[in-house]
């Protein structure tokens, strides 16, 4: 696609040559024929020295670049927009049933459903209207999957589960397995015992979740986990049981919530954080990257960090410390020094 071609799609002003555009590319690793972008004058020195072929740039942009500038309102929103209008296009999914997948009679699958190859979808399970049910799927019985819901290959619905409307769920997602329950303890002969707590509850995902590639969740040990409307879940991310999401929140990969914890509307959890179980976390709360939260987080919108997880300012106060009893003791020599001068005279 010519530059100028793309500028007018995307209500950006063309500068320089009319390249032609092929693909989307960082600052550092872009070629002859593609489009990067550069919002803050901080990469400055990575627009002079990239090899693309043109660059999206805001429009007071005033540093010059070694090829064609399309100046936009939002270079990174329209480097996005550029990106889908290179990319292939996705794959389409026709209604209808591959004759390798397997199916209980008992289930009722609504109009223009995709069920892809090997699938199995178990007895009285209700698949909505327009969803996609990828290769290699596993629903088991008495489960609920709303309309336009997609599912990539190799997830595990386990029986009972709830599904929404509008949820993605990427390769390798299990929803529903047995949380960590058990009894131990010492018999009177001294004996050491662990007993399994039957899991009897479900999970129950709300409309417009997208649950990345092998995160689990798991079925309460009564009543419900719950994970609540346009939640956000990246990969590996680990769930409890009895664990409720109101909802609009976000869980970054490697993060983890032990059971029966509760998370407010509008939450972000950072990548490899813990949340002790049976705690609150209030709404709009983030936890910083590798945290540990062992108890509830209840003013609402407070960012904790470290472990255990404690407030930006507090954090720094305890960095700090170190530092600020090695000068003390500095200090303390000096005047032990200077009232040794003046004892000596």
């Known amino acids: 696609?010519?530059?100028?071609?793309?500028?007018?799609?995307?209500?950006?002003?063309?500068?320089?040559?009319?390249?032609?555009?092929?693909?989307?590319?960082?600052?550092?690793?872009?070629?002859?024929?593609?489009?990067?972008?550069?919002?803050?004058?901080?990469?400055?020195?990575?627009?002079?020295t990239t090899k693309a072929s043109a660059v999206l740039l805001p429009r007071d942009w005033t540093s010059g670049a070694p090829c064609s500038i399309i100046r936009v309102d939002d270079p990174n929103q329209a480097c996005m927009a550029a990106a889908e209008i290179f990319a292939p296009p996705?794959?389409?999914?026709?209604?209808?049933?591959?004759?390798?997948a397997i199916i209980d009679e008992s289930v009722k699958l609504g109009n223009n459903v995709h069920v892809g190859a090997y699938s199995i979808i178990e007895a009285n399970t209700v698949i909505g209207d327009d969803a996609i049910i990828e290769a290699q799927v596993f629903i088991g019985e008495n489960c609920k999957v709303g309309a336009r819901t997609h599912i990539y290959p190799q997830v595990t619905l386990r029986e009972g589960t709830i599904v929404g409307k509008d949820c993605?769920?990427?390769?390798?997602?299990?929803?529903?397995?047995?949380?960590?329950g058990f009894n131990n303890g010492r018999r009177e002969d001294g004996s050491?015992?662990?007993?399994?707590?039957?899991?009897?509850?479900?999970?129950e995902i709300a409309d417009g979740v997208e649950i990345g590639s092998n995160t689990t969740i798991d079925r309460a040990r009564i009543g419900r986990t719950y994970i609540g409307p346009m939640t956000k879940i990246d990969n590996l991310v680990q769930i409890g049981?009895?664990?409720?999401?109101?909802?609009?929140s976000g869980l970054i990969a490697q993060s983890g919530v032990?059971?029966?914890?509760?998370?407010?509307?509008?939450?972000?959890?950072?990548?490899?954080?813990?949340?002790?179980?049976?705690?609150?976390?209030?709404?709009?709360?983030?936890?910083?990257?590798?945290?540990?939260?062992?108890?509830?987080?209840?003013e609402p919108g407070r960012y904790v960090i470290g472990s255990p997880a404690t407030s930006l300012k507090e954090l720094a106060a305890i960095s700090l410390a170190p530092k600020m009893i090695t000068k003390l003791r500095q200090d303390v020599k000096a005047l032990r020094q200077d009232v040794e001068k003046l004892a000596n005279k």
């Open 1 to 48: 696609m010519k530059a100028s071609e793309l500028a007018e799609k995307l209500g950006g002003v063309l500068e320089g040559a009319d390249v032609e555009l092929t693909a989307c590319g960082g600052l550092e690793e872009a070629r002859e024929g593609d489009l990067s972008f550069c919002k803050d004058v901080k990469h400055v020195q990575l627009v002079e």
């Open 241 to 248: 049981h009895n664990v409720k999401v109101k909802g609009y």
């Open 90 to 100: 996705q794959p389409v999914r026709k209604a209808g049933i591959h004759p390798t």
């Open 258 to 298: 032990a059971g029966s914890t509760e998370i407010g509307y509008g939450c972000l959890i950072w990548a490899q954080a813990g949340i002790s179980g049976h705690i609150k976390i209030a709404d709009g709360v983030q936890v910083g990257p590798q945290s540990g939260v062992p108890q509830s987080v209840n």
């Open 168 to 180: 993605i769920f990427h390769c390798g997602v299990r929803l529903g397995g047995d949380g960590y």
């Open 192 to 203: 050491v015992y662990i007993e399994k707590i039957p899991q009897l509850g479900i999970v």
